[in-house]
Nanobody
Framework: VQLVESGGGLVQPGGSLRLSCAAS????????MSWYRQAPGKERELVAS????????NYADSMKGRVTISRDNAKNMVYLQMNSLKPDDTAVYYC?????????WGQGTQVTVSS
């Protein structure tokens, strides 16, 4: 199982980014997928998740209305569209998969929101 995030970078406040998570070794459509983030000095926290089956989404209160998690089953990818970004959104963003009681993490992608 491997998860590889991409799409992070430096963005101005109010800007947008789309993070991607490329999965291998399993099928993203068959398992719950999540995005987490960890800011310096803070604990890792949930940003968004999507269930399987059903595709039910869940979002952190701090990001509701600004982020959308989605899944492309054909490409075996998971995305996080982030809009109206704020400096407080600066963090390393991680993709997570939970497969048969085992949790897998990607290496993370840095998102920096600054003018």
């Amino acid at each position: 199982v491997q998860l590889v995030e991409s799409g992070g970078g430096l963005v101005q406040p109010g800007g947008s980014l789309r993070l991607s998570c490329a999965a291998s070794g399993f099928t993203v459509s068959s398992y719950a997928m999540s995005w987490y983030r960890q800011a310096p000095g803070k604990e890792r926290e949930l940003v968004a998740s999507i269930t399987s089956p059903g595709g039910i989404t869940n979002y952190a209160d701090s990001m509701k209305g600004r982020v959308t998690i989605s899944r492309d089953n054909a490409k075996n990818m998971v995305y996080l569209q982030m809009n109206s970004l704020k400096p407080d959104d600066t963090a390393v963003y991680y993709c997570k998969a939970r497969i048969f009681q085992v949790t897998y993490w990607g290496q993370g992608t840095q998102v920096t929101v600054s003018s």
